[in-house]
């Protein structure tokens, strides 16, 4: 199992970019703000 352990002085997680990236691909395909996702999101999940 691999531990994703990387974290940034901010808190940011390796695993947090890639599900924020994953998503922001996904949002890219529909004619609608891939960026807000990023945004809304992490908020949903409380990762402030």
Known sequence: ???VALVS???F???RAIILGV???VTELF???S???TV???KLFGWN
Request: zero cysteines; charged letters at 0%.
């Open 13 to 15: 997680t390796a695993f």
């Open 23 to 25: 998503i922001q691909g």
């Open 31 to 33: 004619p609608i703000s």
């Open 9 to 11: 002085h901010h808190g």
């Open 1 to 3: 199992m691999l531990t």
């Open 40 to 42: 809304i999101l992490p």
């Open 35 to 37: 960026l807000g996702h």
